[in-house]
């Protein structure tokens, strides 16, 4: 049991053939049950070549009608990586993990006002974020595969880096993971953590959860009031900025402390009072999780 993909999981790469998209592919690929889960590639120029034994199709619609595939990882450029995620919504894929970083926030908002105009039922994960995996099943990104060991702990977090951190750390101490979801840092994306908790909540095989979180926004608070009324497991939790000044722009687009409840400090002892285990050093999750199961 895993959320979101396992290692039946069809997936199709937009962008393919472009260098991001073909390492990434072939690292995929080479993952666990990569090579039966990556089944198509996308590029209107290329439609009848192939990648690394993968056929590529002109669109998406294409692309699910011959190979099967219900999910679709985005690599494409960022002028054109939103047009990308909505021809993946309009073919009704289950599921569109976008990578791509530096997607102008214009083309998000129009991208997420028609998903939600026209009630679609496409999950999208992203943009701006490393992906997911589900390990030694199959991994969906730019993730290191090594890291990730099988598991019962989920991890949920808006930065990259630091979902590899809580990874390592729960693979050195021998716990490993159910699934691993990066939901990336822009401040217009698709999933959120209140998403993906309810989503580990839901699922038999996860025991505890790790929340990581960043400076700026209302998500990480929104999730932490889910969770004191609704979450049946343990969670511990980590925001990265402690450290940031008020209205300091951080790495990530979404990561502006507007003040009050979006410093670290704040969202932190938000989350406290919502029964989430927290610390300020990213080095004693994985520990601080152990010592609670």
């Not at 990882?73 to 073919?91: F, H, N, R, S």
């Not at 998903?115 to 030694?136: V, Y």
Request: aromatic residues 4%; charged residues 20%; glycine residues 12%.
């Amino acid at each position: 049991m895993s959320i979101l993909i396992n290692k039946n999981t069809r997936v199709m790469t937009q962008g393919i053939t472009g260098k991001t998209g073909q390492f990434h592919t072939k690292m995929c690929k080479e993952y666990a049950n990569g090579a039966n889960c990556f089944v198509a590639g996308v590029n209107p120029k290329k439609a009848g070549e192939s990648f690394e034994g993968i056929p590529i199709y002109a669109s998406v619609k294409d692309a699910r009608a011959q190979s099967g595939a219900t999910v679709s990882v985005v690599y494409v450029p960022p002028p054109g990586a939103a047009a990308a995620i909505w021809e993946a919504v309009e073919a009704d894929l289950d599921l569109v993990i976008c990578i791509t970083e530096g997607i102008p926030v214009r083309d998000m908002l129009e991208v997420r006002n028609r998903m939600r105009a026209q009630n679609r039922k496409t999950i999208l994960l992203g943009p701006n974020c490393p992906g997911l995996i589900t390990p030694e099943e199959i991994k969906i990104g730019i993730m290191p595969g090594h890291i990730h060991r099988k598991g019962r702990i989920g991890v949920v977090s808006r930065s990259g880096t630091l979902t590899y951190e809580a990874v390592g750390q729960l693979t050195e101490i021998g716990l490993g993971q159910s699934s691993a979801v990066g939901i990336g840092g822009d401040p217009i994306n698709g999933l959120k953590h209140i998403d993906v908790m309810k989503m580990f909540n839901d699922d038999p095989d996860t025991d505890a959860v790790v929340m990581i979180g960043e400076i700026g926004g209302p998500d990480e608070v929104n999730a932490a009031r889910w969770i004191k009324d609704n979450m049946k497991k343990p969670v511990v939790g980590f925001i990265a900025g402690v450290t940031a000044p008020p209205g300091k722009r951080m790495g990530h687009a979404g990561a502006l402390i507007s003040g009050g409840e979006d410093t670290a400090q704040a969202k932190l002892a938000i989350m406290e009072e919502c029964g989430i285990r927290t610390t300020k050093n990213p080095s004693e999750m994985a520990a601080l999780l152990k010592r609670m199961i």
